[in-house]
């Protein structure tokens, strides 16, 4: 079966890291952390404020908003349109992602 990666050739090589709830994950230079959530096996990463249910990229172009992860401590942000950048901190994101304000 060719792949994607065979018709346009290259190999893939991490060009830095980031942590996602603690773990160390490879990026690749323009990545989104999607991307990089996706290569390392971790398809659910938010859960929602009703009851829990996990959530990941659904639509894949920011429409959805059921990959919301908070990023160097900024809740909100939409895993499959933000490009991980070297040394972030991506944190797993429970409902609103403020629940220190209590919402």
């Known amino acids: ?3 994607p990666r065979d018709l346009v050739g290259g190999t893939p090589t991490a060009t830095h890291t980031v942590t ?3 773990r160390e994950l490879p990026v690749q230079s323009g990545q989104s952390i999607a991307a990089v959530l996706w290569a390392a096996g971790i398809l659910a990463w938010r859960t929602t404020r009703e009851n829990g249910a996990p959530r990941g990229a659904f639509c ?3 429409q959805c908003f059921d ?4 990023v160097n401590g900024r ?4 895993a499959c349109l933000v490009p991980a950048s070297p040394g972030d ?3 797993t ?3 609103t992602g403020r629940a220190e304000l209590g919402c």
Do not use: A, S, Y
């Open 60 to 62: 894949g172009i920011g």
């Open 89 to 91: 901190t991506i944190t």
């Open 93 to 95: 994101q429970e409902g």
């Open 1 to 3: 079966m060719t792949t």
């Open 20 to 22: 996602f709830d603690g």
């Open 75 to 78: 809740p909100n942000q939409r």
């Open 67 to 70: 990959c919301l992860v908070t």
